[in-house]
C-alpha cells in the first residue's frame, strides 16, 4: 500500500483538485484518501502491473469524485460560521420594537372570535378540543378560526 500511495498519491491529487470545487481545498484530499481506502480493501482484486493499477485506482477516483459532486447537487449549500452574521443589528432594540407594535396592531385588528381562538391555542396552550368545549364551537371551526387569524397576523407582520 505504501509503494502504490507513494507512486499515484501525487499524480491522484493533481488530478482531484480539477474535478473538486475550487472554494473546498480538503475535498481533493479527503477522495485521495476514500480511494487508496477502496484500493486497499480490494487488494485482491487489484490488477497486476503499476500501470493497470494506476488506471484503476484514477477510474475509482473518477467515480468518487463524480459519486461527491451528485452529493452536493442534492444538498443545500453548506454555509461556514465565519460567513454568517451573527451580531445584532444596530438598532435591535427599534426592531424589538416596532415588532412587538405590529404584531399588537395585527392582533386587534382580528375579530373577537378570531382572537379568542389564537389566545386559547398559543396562548393558554389549549388542544384545539378544549377551545371548541370553551367557546361551545365544533373543532373544524376553531381550526379554521386559528388558520384565519394566524395568516391575518402572518400577513401583518412581513408587509411592516
Known amino acids: 500500500m505504501r509503494e502504490l500511495h507513494r507512486a499515484n498519491g501525487g499524480a491522484l491529487l493533481h488530478y482531484l483538485r ?6 473546498s481545498p480538503c475535498a481533493a484530499e479527503d477522495l485521495v484518501q476514500e480511494t487508496m481506502v477502496r484500493a ?23 467515480r468518487l469524485a463524480i459519486d461527491a459532486h451528485r452529493r452536493r447537487q442534492t444538498r443545500p449549500v453548506e454555509v461556514g460560521l465565519a460567513e454568517t452574521d451573527l451580531s445584532p443589528p444596530v438598532n435591535a432594540a427599534a426592531e424589538t420594537a416596532i415588532a412587538s407594535l405590529t404584531l399588537r396592531r395585527a392582533v386587534d385588528e382580528l375579530s373577537p372570535a378570531h382572537r379568542s381562538a389564537l389566545i386559547e391555542l398559543y396562548v393558554k396552550g389549549h388542544s384545539v378540543g378544549e377551545v371548541a368545549d370553551r367557546l361551545g364551537v365544533p373543532v373544524g371551526t376553531v381550526k379554521s378560526r386559528a388558520h384565519y387569524g394566524v395568516r391575518h397576523v402572518r400577513n401583518a407582520l412581513m408587509s411592516r
Open 40 to 62: 486497499w480493501r480490494n487488494l485482491d482484486r487489484m490488477p497486476p502491473g503499476p500501470e493497470p493499477q494506476r488506471r484503476w485506482l484514477f477510474k475509482v477516483a473518477r
Open 18 to 23: 480539477r474535478l473538486t470545487p475550487a472554494g
